[in-house]
């Protein structure tokens, strides 16, 4: 089975960088035009977590087939956060497992990234590992590492998978704890599990971290502690992150290892009929600035 590193090297070497996140909001998707019945729109116009779920997921797997149709030929990875499917219950969960599967009939050289933060110990850990990747079958997952290596542990047995550490996100509170001063004083927390990712924790080489791109400077500081390692940028669109900068600060020695994420900038780009053409053009026109900005870098 191909590795997680080499699909994603693969795509990097065709010059894409650009991730689609898979993040359907029920409230903001095309129905007229998902070829839903009448009585289905209704339902999931009025549906508030108690409504017909089944319709709600039916309109998501639908939604995603649509976006991913429009969009795999540009993009390095796609990447379904769990959150938006495991709100509509059972049939949520159905419809992300309909969707990677569909992902994977449409072009299997695409890697998947199941953003789930997962971090526990145990047991516990060994069943959102087998959840993950024996059941959905996914190529990479998003980890919380604040409890330490254990938390990876499980997830490192599968060797051939990614397992993506969150190190420095991009929500207004994440400085809370991420900037605390640590070492005396000569780094901050989030440089301190940046140089564990890449020193102690990635004997397998597969592993990956998350920075946010809404401080390009502190994704040069994670730059540089993880060498040439990939580093998954959300933040990129809605949450404001400069893909200019980005760029800038997260390209490696190659000139690649950026996995730029933009999940509601491109999904929902439009609520109309032209919603697929207008997901591609947003991936287009990322991929075109992310190509130029490369040959000033």
């Known amino acids: 089975m191909t590795s997680f590193n080499d699909m994603l090297q693969a795509k990097f070497d065709e010059g894409k960088s650009v991730c689609v996140g898979l993040d359907p909001d029920i409230t903001k998707l095309p129905l007229p035009h998902l070829s839903l019945n009448p009585q289905e729109i209704n339902l999931i116009e009025n549906w508030q977590g108690m409504g017909s ?13 649509r976006i991913v149709d429009a969009t ?20 949520g969960m159905r419809a992300l497992e309909r969707t990677v599967a569909y992902i994977r009939r449409k072009d299997p050289t695409i890697p998947i990234i199941y953003d789930a933060k997962r971090g526990d110990i145990g047991n516990t850990n060994a ?26 542990s499980a997830f490192m047995e599968y060797s051939n998978k990614g397992i993506i550490v969150l190190v420095r996100t991009s929500n207004p509170g994440a400085g809370e704890f991420q900037d605390l001063d640590v070492e005396d004083g000569k ?3 989030y440089e301190t599990v940046a140089r564990h990712v890449a020193e102690k924790w990635n004997g397998n080489g597969n592993c990956a971290v998350v920075v946010g791109a809404t401080k390009p400077e502190d994704l040069a500081s994670v730059r540089k502690a993880v060498g040439d390692m990939p580093i998954l940028i959300p933040g990129i669109g809605a949450q404001g ?13 190659q000139g690649q290892g950026m996995i730029i994420n933009s999940s509601r900038g491109v999904i929902h780009a439009s609520r109309h009929g ?5 997901a591609r053009k947003v991936v287009e026109v990322m991929n075109a600035q992310i190509a130029e900005v490369l040959t000033r870098v």
């Open 53 to 65: 779920r089944e319709s709600a997921a039916t309109a998501i797997v639908r939604f995603n087939e």
């Open 72 to 91: 795999c030929d540009l993009v390095c990875a796609y990447k379904p956060n769990s959150a938006f499917y495991e709100r509509i219950g059972w049939n």
């Open 127 to 152: 069943g959102y590992a087998e959840l993950a990747f024996d059941v959905l079958g996914v190529d990479a997952i998003t980890i919380a590492p604040y409890m330490g290596s254990e938390s990876l």
């Open 187 to 189: 780094e901050k927390l």
């Open 241 to 253: 992150g400069d893909l200019e900068a980005t760029v800038s600060a997260g390209a490696n020695s």
């Open 274 to 278: 032209d919603f697929t053409q207008a």
